[in-house]
């Protein structure tokens, strides 16, 4: 018999709505009353939705409907991080909706999936780059905002929140669109792109050429980065730039390594070329970036 959680353990009646970033283990298959919206942040495991089983990894974005049965599967020695977004269906309303002039015109498979009793979520994002950035910006920007509690934070997570659920049903029907209209070699060249990029994600911290690269997904050293340019406008080591520069930034914010340190374990022995890479990407250098943070 699977558990039905319910919103009492989680989130308050006259603000029904909770979120954390946790690392997520097995987890027998349950439902809930409440929405949940899943991204994963990092790592892999196994989703297992209305008894259906698939894989999940870094970039996937997923909700789940009140009543809907789900489990997770992570293998021992697996490590999956995951932002869990949990609201109440009365959270958002018809007529918060129409204020912000959102009409049937949208995709609402994510705006509404728990609106309209007759639809219901059967499709997962995986989300890149920029997408994934905008995304993880605006979750982290509402654990902050849940966790200090300030003056007008019940306002701001609601506005988040739509503003995320707006975002990703446009990055759903953009998904669509490059599926109805692509060919198949383009869109096996799409998939090749998307492939290289988390795995850059993954391995940001290794030395990284493009004759491994070509070895590893059987391309030519000269067509990998029209392939990257073409899905994403950047060359692959633009994006595996941009890439680690992203994770110094969280590094520089949340520890308190020196910024030779946090060159390294990004992926860069020499320090000087870190920084001015950092300041190109940033704005700014690596210890101006963390005064700022913890200003």
Known sequence: MQEILNSRGYMKEEFPFWITRTEQGSLAEHGHEFV???????GKGSHIFQGTRYDI????????????????DVEQGEKM???NCLFMPSFISDALLRELEITTSMDYFYVHPFLKHDVRFNHHLNLLGQEAASVLTLLDSMIREIGARVLGHTTVIKLQLVELLVLLSRYYALMHSRKSYASPRQ?????TARRIYGYLERSFDKKITLQSLSGLFNVSTRQLNRIMREEF???VFDVLHEIRIERAKRMLAESDEKVIAVAASVGYDDPSFFSRLFVRHAGCSPSEFRSGAHA
């Open 187 to 191: 869109l096996d060249r799409v998939m």
């Open 81 to 83: 991080e995951i932002i």
């Open 57 to 72: 990894r870094a970039g996937d974005v997923f909700i789940i409907n009140p009543g809907e049965i789900h489990a997770y």
């Open 233 to 235: 406008h950047k060359s």
């Open 36 to 42: 949940e919206l899943v991204y994963v942040v990092k």
